[in-house]
Nanobody, 119 residues
Framework: VQLQASGGGLVQAGGSLRLSCVAS????????MGWFRQAPGKEREFVAA????????YYEDSVKGRFTISRDNAKNTVYLQMNSLKPEDTAVYYC?????????????WGQGTQVTVSS
């Protein structure tokens, strides 16, 4: 599976961005999907995940109520809608595909897209 993330950019605090992750090489419906982020000088951290059907979603506590993960298996695409952005959300955001439809073992990674939130 090849993953291509896009949609990052520079936004003011309180603004919104929508990240997209398009998969190629294999149908996305076979995989649970996740978004992760890595800020400068910090380890990569989990942000959100979604099961293969989209019926189950999971969020890191700091983004609950602000971020929404969704997927369109027909388009082989996963999204991360980010609202009420804060400067601490600044990071490179990565999408990842898990080993199976309900797995949390992420084995395929995209190249990342930079999100910068100014105060």
């Amino acid at each position: 599976v090849q993953l291509q993330a896009s949609g990052g950019g520079l936004v003011q605090a309180g603004g919104s961005l929508r990240l997209s992750c398009v998969a190629s090489g294999r149908t996305l419906s076979r995989h649970a999907m996740g978004w992760f982020r890595q800020a400068p000088g910090k380890e990569r951290e989990f942000v959100a995940a979604i099961s293969w059907s989209g019926s189950n979603t999971y969020y890191e506590d700091s983004v609950k109520g602000r971020f929404t993960i969704s997927r369109d298996n027909a388009k082989n695409t996963v999204y991360l809608q980010m609202n009420s952005l804060k400067p601490e959300d600044t990071a490179v955001y990565y999408c990842a595909a898990a080993a199976g439809p309900t797995s949390s073992d992420y084995v395929y990674w995209g190249q990342g897209t930079q999100v910068t939130v100014s105060s």
